[in-house]
């Protein structure tokens, strides 16, 4: 492989950091539509549910199986790379479950999908992220039925790498929201 070949960035990773720009663009379109929409007379503030915290806790977990998984693969350390891709994909569902717990309280509380603009705006951009999440879970899973297939094809590490960057991303972009939602409200 020459010296020029090595520099370039493989099509998949690339294609990911573009999906990722055009991720980025969407949820600022959405952060500024909810700057602009707060600022009408008849905005209603509420405390997000604590569990969107809690789930918090869950993700930055996550991104650190992810990462140890990463590392576990590149090692040829199979057994403790399928621990790990497992238990990020369980630590993305338990993210999912909370969310929805968190949308359950908000509706109880009288703050239903339908309700006030400021609660519309919680459950579509918290709601599209924790779509991007299960598009994460998705490709998790499928790199742990890869890695319990009987024979292994491939020893790339290209599929885990964009998947453990794309984790990354939606854990950062969950940060930034959740910061972003509660000095916003």
Same mark, same amino acid.
């Given at each position: ?175 930034? +929201? +959740? ?7």
């Amino acid at each position: 492989m020459s010296l020029e070949q090595r520099k370039k960035i493989h099509p998949h990773k690339y294609s990911l950091w573009i999906a990722m720009g055009s991720i980025t663009m969407m949820f600022i379109g959405f952060t500024s539509a909810y700057v602009v929409k707060r600022s009408q007379a008849n905005w209603i503030t509420f405390d997000l549910p604590m569990i969107f915290w809690a789930s918090t806790a869950i993700i930055l977990t996550s991104s650190v199986t992810v990462q140890m998984a990463v590392r576990q693969f590149r090692n040829r350390h199979m057994q403790a790379y399928k621990q790990l891709i497992t238990l990020t994909a369980l630590l993305g569902i338990a993210f999912a479950v909370c969310q929805w717990i968190g949308f359950s309280q908000m509706a109880h509380n009288g703050l239903p999908l339908n309700g006030p603009a400021s609660a519309s705006f919680i459950y579509v951009i918290v709601g599209v992220h924790l779509l991007h999440v299960l598009g994460g879970v998705v490709a998790l899973m499928v790199l742990f039925g890869r890695a319990f297939r009987t024979k292994v094809l491939s020893y790339s590490s290209v599929p885990i790498e964009v998947a453990s960057t794309y984790w990354h991303f939606v854990d950062i972009l969950w940060i930034y +929201l +959740l910061i972003f939602l509660s000095i916003a409200r």
